[in-house]
């Protein structure tokens, strides 16, 4: 008895992982409704940010060597090296998929 639970255990189980869903995003089509935003640009100074763009919301201080230090704001995340910008990074929005296939 033990073995057969064993054997229909698994095949159950294979049966879900074989049968997975994968939702795949192409990178340009990630926060599509944020791309009209101005973000700081490379090498802009922390104080140039801080008096164009405001306060951010929370401040991450800086890690590693050289030090790398992160700003986020609502809609993206603006990484620093020592005093100078790195990039700057659009936050995904998540949305229900499953209202937006209703609406088709």
């Known amino acids: 008895m033990g073995k057969l639970f064993a054997v229909i255990f698994t095949t159950a189980l294979a049966a879900q992982v074989s049968f997975a869903e994968v939702i795949k995003l192409p ?42 230090s992160s700003w986020q704001y609502r809609d993206y995340i603006v990484y620093f090296e020592y005093d100078k910008v790195l990039h700057s990074v659009l936050k995904h929005s998540a949305k229900n998929l499953d209202s937006e296939s209703e609406t088709e």
């Open 27 to 68: 990178v340009g089509s990630q926060a599509a409704d944020k791309q009209h935003l101005v973000l700081p640009n490379n090498g802009q100074s922390r104080d140039s940010v801080e008096a164009q763009f405001g306060a951010p919301e929370a401040v991450n201080n800086a890690v590693g060597e050289p030090p790398i």
